[in-house]
């Protein structure tokens, strides 16, 4: 029965895309970055940047940015935090990365998927 089931949750793994039924079980590692933007700033930025003064929805966008452009490997951007200090924006992010632990093997979307054994 015990191998019955470790192949019914394999199976499980492989028809749901891979590591979505396995999320939060080891395959990623929570991280956390600030980087601090000065103004003046890019025209790009600059609006993204006044976006999210007005509106704290909008912060999202300026924290993507930061995020791609100054992270690799993120796999969700989880938290989101913009604090403004005269000519100084800190933007805060927190995000998962792709996990290298022992059990988690890259499959073909490069998402890890924790190796399930009877």
Same mark, same amino acid.
């Given at each position: 029965m015990r191998i019955g089931l470790g192949i019914v949750a394999a199976f499980a793994a492989i028809s749901l895309g891979g590591c979505s039924l396995f &999320?939060?079980?080891? $395959?990623?590692?929570?991280?956390?970055?600030?980087?601090?933007?000065?103004?003046?700033?890019?025209?790009? /930025? /600059?609006?993204?940047?006044?976006? $999210?003064?007005?509106? &704290?929805?909008?912060c999202d966008v300026l924290c993507t940015m930061e995020l791609d452009a100054n992270?690799? +490997? &993120? +796999?969700?951007? /989880?938290? $989101?935090? &913009?604090l403004f200090d005269g000519e100084t924006i800190h933007v805060e992010v927190k995000y998962q990365v792709d996990s290298n632990d022992p059990g988690c093997e890259v499959l073909g979307d490069d998402e890890p998927v924790p190796v399930v054994s009877g």
């Open positions: &999320v939060g079980s080891g $395959c990623t590692d929570d991280k956390a970055t600030t980087w601090d933007l000065h103004e003046p700033t890019d025209p790009s /930025t /600059t609006l993204k940047i006044e976006d $999210c003064r007005q509106d &704290v929805d909008a992270a690799s +490997n &993120v +796999n969700t951007m /989880t938290g $989101c935090q &913009v």
